[in-house]
T-cell receptor, first 112, second 118 residues
Framework: AQSVTQLDSHVSVSEGTPVLLRCNYS??????LFWYVQHPNKGLQLLLKYTSAATLVKGINGFEAEFKKSETSFHLTKPSAHMSDAAEYFCVVSAYGQNFVFGPGTRLSVLP | NAGVTQTPKFRVLKTGQSMTLLCAQD?????MYWYRQDPGMGLRLIHY???????AKGEVPDGYNVSRLKKQNFLLGLESAAPSQTSVYFC?????????????????FGSGTRLTVV
């Protein structure tokens, strides 16, 4: 069985400060991990993915995430937040032959 | 532009009415999925298809039916709408099963259908 926990339902940062969105997962198999972003009234867009290659993954718009097997974590970071980063972010776990499992989402607010 | 197109974008139904949501993809993806999104619950899988002519139940299939008569289209039907089906519905497609393959990981999502049942 697989599960995803996103530790914060809402994160608020000031523009220009770092972003940290936390994700912990549980999986019986070696997982693939994803972060998706959803802007208001839009579909989900893939930010980045980990698929058993490099543990530090770089995505679009300056985001990156680090896979830490010992901590079962896949936290999303960005050095400097931009107003356009305000959105809902979903952490997703998948193992080969298993359904995608979505976390409940973290809403990121960016204050001017 | 290539991608996943969902119609309609918005719909209001009365309890007991029926409707069909259409999902179309032009990427020749074999796998297609229907999800519903509810606040604080992420996305939950309703039904999915592993190819033309096939369908299978996901996590929350009750009250929904699906059909995949053509590879590029995946239809989601509500036979008798209930207020509990008020949600945002997303269609997705992928190259490999559950979005995993050696070539192209992940899903491509449509922009969603916001359905309200009153």
């Amino acid at each position: 069985a697989q599960s995803v926990t996103q530790l914060d339902s809402h994160v608020s940062v000031s523009e220009g400060t770092p972003v940290l969105l936390r994700c912990n997962y549980s999986s019986s198999y070696s997982p693939s991990l994803f972060w998706y972003v959803q802007h208001p009234n839009k579909g989900l867009q893939l930010l980045l993915k980990y698929t058993s290659a490099a543990t530090l993954v770089k995505g679009i718009n300056g985001f990156e995430a680090e896979f830490k097997k010992s901590e079962t974590s896949f936290h999303l970071t960005k050095p400097s937040a931009h107003m356009s980063d305000a959105a809902e972010y979903f952490c997703v776990v998948s193992a080969y032959g298993q359904n995608f499992v979505f976390g409940p989402g973290t809403r990121l607010s960016v204050l001017p | 532009n290539a991608g996943v197109t969902q119609t309609p974008k918005f719909r209001v139904l009365k309890t007991g009415q029926s409707m069909t949501l259409l999902c179309a993809q032009d990427m020749n993806h074999e796998y297609m999925y229907w999800y519903r999104q509810d606040p604080g619950m992420g996305l939950r899988l309703i039904h999915y298809s592993v190819g033309e002519g096939t369908t299978a139940k996901g996590e929350v299939p009750d009250g929904y039916n699906v059909s995949r008569l053509k590879k590029q289209n995946f239809l989601l039907g509500l036979e008798s709408a209930a207020p509990s089906q008020t949600s945002v519905y997303f269609c997705a497609s992928s190259y490999g099963m559950w979005g995993t393959s050696n070539e192209n990981y992940g899903y491509t999502f449509g922009s969603g259908t916001r359905l309200t049942v009153v």
